[in-house]
């Protein structure tokens, strides 16, 4: 007796792939959904557990608090990034003769490029990482299962809290940051080179746009909602016992990284891709 087989199978078997990953994405826009419509009920609801989770993440708890939590760890990935623009814009620049345009390195790529950049990394690797383990410990051992039965709103509780505490701190985190990315960058080229201050500070200043650093804390709060939505979603699905809690923290981690690239690739090219907002001018 024959089996019959079923015709075209590695055609069915491309179909099936595509039908999964299209329910997938679906099932994430339904949960991202929620979340931000559930952002008024969190804001309403649990404002206590708001602010629990803005100390917890500007701060950190346990042994990440011993080092300052999130605002150091995104300093000091911002400061040596300042500190290379110092090292590798000096000496490309030096190379051609123009050595006092490193102010207009740091004020130009440091704020439209590479801070958001650095930011929505230091943001995946510390609060998004830690609350994908934490939504995912908790629903591995069945305490979001808890909370819905006792009555508790759990996306708003656990995935919108966390998504308006990421927003509110990361703006004072990257003035932070900012400011540790300006100054590496003014003490590298100053006093590890020898640069005069006053040329520094005047090609930094007279290429430092207000105008951009507004659409630089715009592009970080974008990166930050993005990178909560992804972690909370991997957090609030995750299966498998702790393997699968590690795996979630992984797939997040990387899903995160890669959209906040695509986040500041795009907003870069709506924002400065019909006018630069650039003028060379001494």
């Known amino acids: 007796m024959t089996v019959a087989r079923a015709p075209y199978p590695r055609l069915q078997r491309l179909a099936r792939g595509w039908f999964v990953g299209m329910t997938r994405i679906g099932l994430q826009a339904q949960f991202y959904a929620q979340t931000i419509k559930a952002t008024g009920d969190a804001f309403v609801h649990y404002k206590t557990e708001i602010v629990r989770l803005i100390a917890q993440m500007s701060m950190g708890a346990g042994a990440l608090a011993v080092i300052g939590g999130t605002t150091v760890i995104v300093g000091f990935l911002t400061m040596s990034v300042g500190a290379l623009i110092a090292i590798q814009g000096y000496n490309q620049f030096a190379d051609v003769g123009v050595e006092a345009l490193t102010g207009f390195a740091a004020a130009y790529f440091n704020v439209r490029v590479i801070a958001p950049v650095v930011a929505g990394i230091g943001l995946a690797a510390t609060i998004g990482a830690g609350a994908t383990a934490q939504l995912g410990a908790m629903r591995i051992n069945e305490e979001i299962d808890a909370l819905e039965v006792m009555g508790v709103r759990s996306v708003a509780y656990l995935a919108s809290s966390r998504v308006m505490a990421g927003v509110i701190v990361v703006v004072p985190l990257y003035c932070v940051a900012m400011m540790t990315g300006f100054l590496a960058a003014r003490f590298g080229t100053t006093a590890v080179y020898g640069q005069s201050t006053g040329v520094y500070d005047h090609y930094f200043n007279t290429f430092l746009n207000p105008t951009d650093l507004v659409w630089s804390f715009f592009q970080a709060i974008s990166i930050s909602i993005v990178i909560m939505l992804i972690h909370t979603y991997y957090g609030f699905t995750a299966a498998g016992g702790p393997a699968g ?38």
Do not use: E, K, P, W
């Not at 590690?246 to 990284?257: E, H, I, K, N, Q």
């Not at 695509?262 to 709506?270: D, E, N, P």
């Open 245 to 282: 809690v590690g795996d979630a923290v992984g797939r997040a981690v990387r899903t995160s990284l890669i959209s906040a690239v695509f986040v500041v690739l795009f907003l870069s090219l709506a924002i400065y891709g019909q006018n630069g907002n650039f003028h060379l001018a001494a």
